[in-house]
């Protein structure tokens, strides 16, 4: 099984690419690889604890009919579907910048050297830019 | 012995006044910091990163003045002096009217043709 | 030997600098052992038979392996039966097998 470091950079509800970067990470720890994310940038709010979901007066629907999780929660699911294979780090400036430090449990605050770290010990290291 | 890694910059100017910086050339930074071999190439529009006599300064909003704005030319000097290659993509210069005497002294002009054999050189390669 | 991954994820017509990806896999496929293009979300959209960059796509999938996501595809109405001449269609785990892969470079536009 291999160990797979990912970076992100761009911030929930703004383009596919968290999509993308979910079904990767969800299929990586399904398949037994264990993988590490470091949000980087915008990446750091996909984690924060004070999302909540929202009634759609376009659909006419409450909150309990959209039944709408936010990024937290899919990443809080992956968390324990990885039984200790997913370690995210928010890189910390990042986060201070963007005041996004109230997050989940499971992600921790972590800086570019830690990064640097699991590149070199890590089989293979994928980078998700932002546009 | 560590990865060799070869740091790919495309988009330019992204958030550059709010961040006052680049923040693809400050990870550099850091990554060189933290010991990693890391090399730069910037393409597309981040080649006008590498040109002398960026100025982005006078920006005001209400009464508060952006007091720091980015200096990307001398952050691209900052990472050479540093010990990271930063390399152009020589085309993408061209295209845009860059001459090569506009540039920071010390960046690599390399072709499009020529790129295959640049990610060759490299264990990994981060597109950013 | 060298083994390539290159995922692009945005339409040739959205943005020029996805030719350039496209020629950079070009000249990848000239000395690399095996690359794989793996098209994600609307990087899929020239996939269709007849859409303007179908030739290209079909062109580059005679020298390269040319995969589209099939969540992506499926996303966009588009089917397997629409697709332009050499293009496989596969899932997100097959993406994973060659992350995982021993010696492969990865790169995502």
Same mark, same amino acid.
């Given at each position: 099984?291999?160990?797979?470091?990912? /970076?992100?950079?761009?911030?929930?509800?703004?383009?596919?690419?968290?999509?993308?970067?979910?079904?990767?990470?969800?299929?990586?720890?399904?398949? !037994?690889?264990?993988?590490?994310?470091?949000?980087?940038? !915008? /990446?750091?709010?996909?984690?924060?604890?004070?999302?909540?979901?929202?009634?759609?007066?376009?659909?006419?629907?409450?909150?309990?009919?959209?039944?709408?999780?936010?990024?937290?929660?899919?990443?809080?699911?992956?968390?324990?579907?990885?039984?200790?294979?997913?370690?995210?780090?928010?890189?910390?400036?990042?986060?201070?910048?963007?005041?996004?430090?109230?997050?989940?449990?499971?992600?921790?605050?972590?800086?570019?050297?830690?990064?640097?770290?699991?590149?070199? /010990?890590?089989?293979?290291?994928?980078?998700?830019?932002?546009? | 012995?560590?990865?060799?890694?070869?740091?790919?910059?495309?988009?330019?100017?992204?958030?550059?006044?709010?961040?006052?910086?680049?923040?693809?050339?400050?990870?550099?930074?850091?990554?060189?910091?933290?010991?990693?071999? #890391?090399?730069?190439?910037?393409?597309?529009?981040? #080649?006008?990163?590498?040109?002398?006599?960026?100025?982005?300064?006078?920006?005001?909003?209400?009464?508060?003045? #952006?007091?720091?704005?980015?200096?990307?030319?001398?952050?691209?000097?900052?990472?050479?002096?540093?010990?990271?290659?930063?390399?152009?993509?020589?085309?993408?210069?061209?295209?845009?009217?860059?001459?090569?005497?506009?540039?920071?002294?010390? #960046?690599?002009?390399?072709?499009?043709?020529?790129?295959?054999?640049?990610?060759?050189?490299?264990?990994?390669?981060?597109?950013? | 030997?060298?083994?390539?991954?290159?995922?692009?994820?945005?339409?040739?017509?959205?943005?020029?600098? $996805?030719?350039? &990806?496209?020629?950079?896999?070009?000249? *990848?496929?000239?000395?690399?052992?095996?690359?794989?293009?793996?098209?994600?979300?609307?990087?899929?959209?020239?996939?269709?038979?007849?859409?303007?960059? @179908?030739?290209?796509?079909? @062109?580059?999938?005679?020298?390269?392996?040319? $995969? @589209?996501?099939?969540?992506?595809?499926?996303?966009?109405?588009?089917?397997?039966?629409?697709? @332009?001449?050499?293009?496989? $269609?596969?899932?997100?785990?097959? &993406?994973?097998? *060659?992350?995982?892969?021993?010696?492969?470079?990865?790169?995502?536009?």
């Amino acid at each position: 099984m291999a160990t797979i470091t990912i /970076a992100l950079m761009d911030p929930p509800y703004e383009t596919e690419t968290t999509t993308t970067a979910f079904r990767i990470i969800d299929a990586a720890v399904r398949k !037994g690889h264990s993988v590490n994310v470091f949000a980087y940038e !915008g /990446a750091v709010n996909l984690t924060m604890a004070d999302q909540a979901p929202h009634p759609d007066p376009v659909k006419g629907t409450s909150v309990e009919e959209q039944d709408h999780p936010t990024t937290k929660d899919w990443i809080a699911a992956m968390f324990k579907a990885a039984d200790g294979r997913l370690d995210w780090v928010n890189c910390g400036l990042c986060v201070d910048e963007r005041g996004a430090g109230n997050w989940i449990e499971g992600p921790r605050r972590g800086a570019p050297k830690d990064f640097v770290e699991w590149v070199e /010990a890590s089989d293979q290291t994928l980078v998700i830019p932002t546009k | 012995m560590g990865k060799k890694v070869l740091n790919i910059l495309e988009t330019g100017y992204r958030a550059t006044v709010e961040e006052q910086d680049d923040t693809i050339l400050w990870l550099s930074s850091m990554f060189k910091g933290a010991g990693l071999d #890391v090399t730069l190439l910037l393409r597309a529009n981040a #080649v006008n990163y590498a040109v002398r006599g960026q100025d982005a300064s006078g920006l005001r909003f209400g009464e508060l003045e #952006v007091a720091h704005p980015p200096e990307i030319d001398r952050d691209v000097e900052a990472l050479l002096e540093k010990g990271v290659a930063v390399h152009y993509v020589s085309d993408d210069a061209v295209q845009r009217g860059i001459a090569d005497s506009e540039l920071v002294e010390g #960046v690599k002009p390399i072709s499009k043709r020529d790129l295959p054999g640049l990610l060759d050189q490299f264990d990994q390669v981060w597109h950013w | 030997m060298s083994k390539y991954l290159v995922i692009e994820s945005r339409d040739p017509f959205d943005s020029a600098d $996805v030719q350039n &990806l496209y020629e950079l896999a070009g000249g *990848l496929a000239e000395q690399a052992d095996e690359l794989t293009v793996f098209l994600v979300q609307n990087g899929v959209l020239p996939t269709r038979r007849g859409s303007a960059a @179908a030739g290209q796509i079909t @062109a580059l999938a005679q020298r390269v392996s040319v $995969v @589209a996501d099939e969540f992506s595809l499926r996303e966009r109405g588009i089917g397997r039966d629409a697709l @332009a001449e050499g293009v496989r $269609v596969a899932d997100v785990e097959t &993406l994973v097998d *060659l992350l995982a892969e021993d010696g492969r470079k990865v790169l995502w536009h």
